[in-house]
C-alpha cells in the first residue's frame, strides 16, 4: 500500500490507496468462522496463539475455530458453562450489552452475537498484530482502547457485562484505578467476569494477586457471586447503600458529587468510585428487546436545549429514521447489499441503528457522538445499542477498511459552524476507515455538497446527488459514494 497526494481547490490532500491484493470481504454469517488473508495480511498471531485455538491460516483464508487463552474447548462451550455458574446473567433478555476487554480475536464476542448480546471487543494496539482488525474483518464490533491514564470513550452504566479473560491487566495496581474506571461503565446490577491465572492456580504470588482482587473489590462494594475453575464473577450493586454505609475515610472515596461520569473526552481516570443516581436512573432498564423503543430514564438527565418533550424527540426521531431507511431499502436495495460494519457518524439518540435493526438488516452500528453534540451516549446504551465519543476532526479508534457503511447526517454543516478542521480531513478519515467496496450515505445541507463532491472524486469515490424525500426544491440533498475496488 501506498501514499500519494491529490490537488483538491487550491490545495494538496493526502491519500492512502488500497491495499495491494485486497478482495471483497466474505459476508456474515461466514465471516465469524474465515477471512481473506490478503485482507489482513498479518501472520504473526497464527505463530504466537495457533495452538490455543484462536486463529489458523489455510490456504489464502485465516479460519477461527472459536477458542481463546482461557476457553480452549470454544467460546460457545464457556458461554454454557457461564449461564449455568450464574443463570441471572441471562444472555440476550438481561445481559444485552456487554465489553470484552483485551479481546483476542474477538471469539467471545463473535458467539455472543447468537444468543443476542452486542459485544464491545477492545484491545490495544499491541504485539500480537492487529486482533482488534482481525476483529473488524470478521465482522465483530470492535475499537482499539487501552487502559492507561484517561477514561474509555464509553458512559457510565454502559454495559450489563463486562469480561477480562486473560487480558493482561493488574486491576489491583495504583490502588485499583483501573477496576474502578470497569466500575464507572458497568451498569447498577451488572457483572464482571474474571477469567485468570490468579483464580485457580495456588502459586504463593497468584494466590497473594487473588487476595488483592478480593480485597479490592470487597472495598468497592462488588457481590462475589461464584467462582468455578478459572472463573469468577462479581456483581455491582444496584443502588449507594453500600457505598454510604463504609466507614469514614474508606478507600477508594466516592467520587465528588461535582464529578460527571459521563463526561470521558480526554478526562483523566479518577480514584475514586462513581456515584449511582438517587433515582436509579441507568439501574432500571428494559430487557431486550424491549428497551430499544422505551425511552430510558436517563433521556431526562442528557444536557439539552429541549423545548419539547423529551420523550417526544425521542419518538420522533425514530418514527423519522424508520421511515428513511424504509426509503432506502426500497429504493436503494439495503437488503442486498452485505452491510455488516456499518457507523453513524453523528448519531443523535440511535434511531438510525434502532431502524436497521426493525427492517432485520443483519448489521452493527457504531453509533458516534460528536463531542460538540449533546452527550446521548447514555440513551444509546440504555437502548442497548453500543457508540462511542469522538472528535472528528481527529482519527477514530479503528484501523483502515474497516467498515462497509458510513453514514453521516448533518454532520459536515455541524462541523463547518464549528470551524475547527477542514471537511477534507473528515472525508479522508472515512475514505481510511471505509472499506473498498464500501458506501458512503451523506445526507446534508446543499451549502456542503459541492466541496463533498469535489473531495469524494478527488478520492476516486463514485458518487451521485440525490434529492430527498421532500423533493428537488428542499434544503438538503442525499451524496451516495461507493468506493470501488481496484
Not at 52 to 70: E, H, S, Y
Not at 136 to 151: D, N, Q, Y
Not at 216 to 229: A, D, N, Q, S
Not at 401 to 427: N, P, V, W
Amino acid at each position: 500500500m501506498r501514499g500519494i497526494a491529490l490537488k483538491k481547490g487550491r490545495g494538496w490532500i493526502a491519500w492512502c490507496l488500497c491495499l495491494k491484493g485486497y478482495k471483497k470481504s466474505i459476508p456474515w454469517p461466514r465471516s465469524r468462522d474465515e477471512v481473506w488473508f490478503s485482507n489482513v495480511p498479518h501472520a504473526r498471531l497464527v505463530e504466537d496463539k495457533g495452538g490455543q485455538n484462536w486463529i489458523a491460516l489455510k490456504k489464502d483464508k485465516f479460519v477461527f475455530p472459536g477458542g481463546g487463552t482461557q476457553f480452549i474447548h470454544g467460546a460457545d462451550q464457556y458461554l454454557n458453562q457461564i449461564s449455568e455458574m450464574v443463570p441471572e446473567i441471562a444472555f440476550g433478555q438481561h445481559t444485552r450489552i456487554a465489553l470484552d476487554i483485551g479481546c483476542g480475536v474477538a471469539s467471545f464476542g463473535a458467539f455472543l452475537l447468537q444468543r443476542n448480546v452486542t459485544t464491545l471487543s477492545i484491545a490495544p494496539k499491541d504485539v500480537h498484530e492487529n486482533q482488534i482488525q482481525f476483529a473488524l474483518e470478521r465482522g465483530v464490533p470492535a475499537m482499539a482502547a487501552v487502559f492507561s491514564t484517561r477514561r474509555l470513550l464509553y458512559p457510565s452504566q454502559a454495559f450489563d457485562l463486562i469480561h477480562c479473560s486473560r487480558c493482561r491487566i493488574d486491576w489491583t495496581h495504583d490502588d485499583g484505578i483501573l477496576l474502578l474506571e470497569v466500575n464507572r461503565m458497568l451498569r447498577a446490577g451488572g457483572y464482571f467476569i474474571w477469567a485468570a491465572q490468579p483464580v485457580y492456580k495456588h502459586d504463593e504470588n497468584l494466590q497473594e494477586k487473588w487476595k488483592e482482587m478480593q480485597d479490592l473489590t470487597r472495598r468497592i462494594c462488588w457481590e462475589f457471586v461464584k467462582k468455578e475453575g478459572y472463573i469468577a464473577i462479581w456483581r455491582k450493586p444496584l443502588n449507594n447503600s453500600c457505598y454510604l454505609s463504609r466507614d469514614s475515610g474508606a478507600q477508594p472515596p466516592l467520587c465528588d458529587s461535582n464529578d460527571d461520569p459521563d463526561s470521558v473526552w480526554y478526562v483523566s481516570l479518577r480514584p475514586c468510585m462513581t456515584r449511582l443516581p438517587e433515582n436509579g436512573y441507568g439501574a432500571n432498564v428494559t430487557t431486550w428487546p424491549e428497551r430499544l423503543h422505551y425511552p430510558p430514564d436517563r433521556l431526562q438527565s442528557i444536557r439539552m436545549d429541549a423545548t419539547f418533550s423529551r420523550k417526544e424527540l425521542f419518538k420522533a426521531e425514530s418514527k423519522y429514521w424508520n421511515e428513511i431507511i424504509e426509503s432506502y431499502v426500497r429504493a436503494f436495495h439495503w437488503k442486498q447489499m452485505d452491510f455488516r460494519n456499518v457507523m453513524d457518524m453523528r448519531a443523535g439518540f440511535g434511531g438510525f441503528a434502532a431502524a436497521l435493526h426493525d427492517l432485520e438488516i443483519d448489521c452493527w452500528v457504531m453509533n458516534v457522538v460528536p463531542v460538540s453534540e449533546f452527550n446521548t451516549l447514555p440513551v444509546i446504551y440504555d437502548r442497548g445499542l453500543i457508540g462511542a465519543m469522538h472528535d472528528w476532526c481527529e482519527t477514530f479508534d479503528t484501523y483502515p477498511r474497516t467498515y462497509d457503511l458510513l453514514h453521516a447526517a448533518g454532520l459536515f454543516s455541524a462541523e463547518q459552524r464549528r470551524h475547527k478542521c477542514k471537511i477534507s480531513s473528515i472525508m479522508l478519515e472515512m475514505d481510511r476507515m471505509l472499506r473498498p467496496g464500501g458506501t458512503v450515505y451523506i445526507r446534508d445541507s446543499i451549502s456542503v455538497m459541492s466541496e463533498l463532491q469535489e473531495i469524494a472524486t478527488a478520492m476516486r469515490w463514485v458518487c451521485a446527488l440525490r434529492d430527498t424525500g421532500e423533493g428537488p426544491h428542499a434544503s438538503w440533498k442525499i451524496l451516495t459514494c461507493d468506493k470501488r475496488i481496484p
